[in-house]
């Protein structure tokens, strides 16, 4: 027996799909809108902004890494003096968290326009900052109405932030095949999403404008996100929220450092999923094949070229290691502090 729980969104894929937002809105019933973007995608949210003419309410650009609450509180502001009654976020996991973070104090309505390949679109979780201290919840007011994703915004992704946000999503495919909520729906999701990646990715750090590999990438971080927000996560997700948290590390780049080693720890504890993640990687080991996969791509490989010292490992593994969670191998301090030193240097996992 297995349970499958579907979180309901409208998706929209395709090339040019940007024109379809003011009829997204309208679908909706809304008729004051605000715009959430960031500087570096201001081209495309200007021509969204005029392309819903009176339907925009306002705009805010100020989202930032982590979602702090002292910007929602200001985006807060914005929606009262405007009295907006819908939410539309053109950006990465950042501007999708800001969106969030609105929904879950106003209850308006979403329209998420991903850019990058973090799946936060779908999934009904929401991470928020405050004093310093980062912390999670789910809850379906979150989880977005609409998801409109354009291929052609991603074209102009710069190619680090593509490749290292297409890991975070293969890493959230990973740890679904070893959850203990794994089910045969997400389980084709997880694979699909993988193999995908797998093939996507090296095409995109030699070609950047390649429509087919965007294509491929996105339509893979939907896969990896719906997984992210149907089934719990382990180990990796568990130590780059620490390394994030309590390091302030950056978000995909601590994801893409730290997958290889938090497969080759969990290896001997899901040996069935690393089988099936290895094919469909089609190397002849899963942890030792998404090392390789990144090694040859233009991304950081170790934690150490993050900032994170050695000095920083104890410490790490003690937060990390506090409080007990599903995972297929026991975490261990010993452990944990034995992975750290090894993605810290950015050797071959053993
Ligand atoms: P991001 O949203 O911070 O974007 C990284 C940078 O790329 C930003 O400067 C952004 O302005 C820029 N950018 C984004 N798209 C662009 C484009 N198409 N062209 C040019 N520049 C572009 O990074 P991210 O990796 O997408 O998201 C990370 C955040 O998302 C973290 O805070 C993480 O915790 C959160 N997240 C949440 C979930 C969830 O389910 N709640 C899932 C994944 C990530």
Not at 32 to 41: A, D, E, M
Request: glycine residues 8%; contains cysteine; proline residues 8%.
């Amino acid at each position: 027996m297995f349970s499958y729980t579907a979180n309901p969104a409208r998706v929209v894929f395709g090339s040019g799909t940007l024109a379809s937002l003011p009829d997204e809105v309208r679908r909706l019933g809304a008729t004051r809108v605000l715009l959430l973007g960031s500087p570096p995608l201001a081209g495309p949210a200007d021509r969204v902004a005029g392309s819903l003419g009176p339907l925009l309410a306002a705009r805010f650009d100020e989202a930032a890494m982590h979602t702090p609450v002292d910007v929602t509180e200001r985006a807060l502001k914005v929606v009262t003096e405007n009295d907006v009654d819908c939410v539309l976020a053109i950006g990465g996991g950042s501007t999708t968290g800001l969106a969030k973070a609105i929904a879950l104090r106003t209850d308006l309505p979403q329209i998420i326009v991903p850019t990058t390949y973090a799946g936060s679109e779908m999934t009904p979780v929401l991470g928020e900052t405050a004093g310093g201290r980062k912390s999670t919840q789910t809850t379906p007011k979150v989880q977005p109405e609409v998801v409109v994703y354009d291929v052609d915004l991603t074209l102009k992704l710069p190619v680090q932030v593509s490749l290292t946000s297409g890991i975070n999503a293969m890493a959230h495919a990973v740890e679904a095949l070893y959850s203990p909520d794994a089910n045969p729906v997400v389980d084709q999701f997880a694979l699909e999403a993988i193999r995908l990646l797998a093939t996507a990715l090296p095409r995109i750090a030699t070609d950047p404008s390649d429509v087919d590999a965007r294509s491929e990438a996105l339509r893979a971080a939907w896969l990896a996100g719906t997984c992210l927000g149907s089934v719990g996560m382990a180990l990796h997700h568990k130590l780059c929220h620490t390394l994030g948290g309590s390091f302030n590390l950056p978000h995909s780049e601590t994801h893409t450092v730290v997958l290889p080693y938090a497969m080759a720890y969990n290896t001997t504890g899901a040996p069935d999923a690393m089988r099936r993640i290895a094919e469909a990687l089609g190397a002849p080991d899963a942890a030792t094949g998404v090392y390789d996969l990144i090694a040859s791509l233009p991304v950081p490989h170790s934690l150490g070229e993050l900032g994170f010292t050695e000095d920083d490992i104890a410490k790490a593994a003690e937060i990390a290691t506090a409080k007990p969670y599903p995972n297929p191998r026991e975490v261990t301090r010993e452990g944990i502090e034995d992975l750290l030193r090894q993605a810290h240097a950015g050797t071959r996992p053993a």
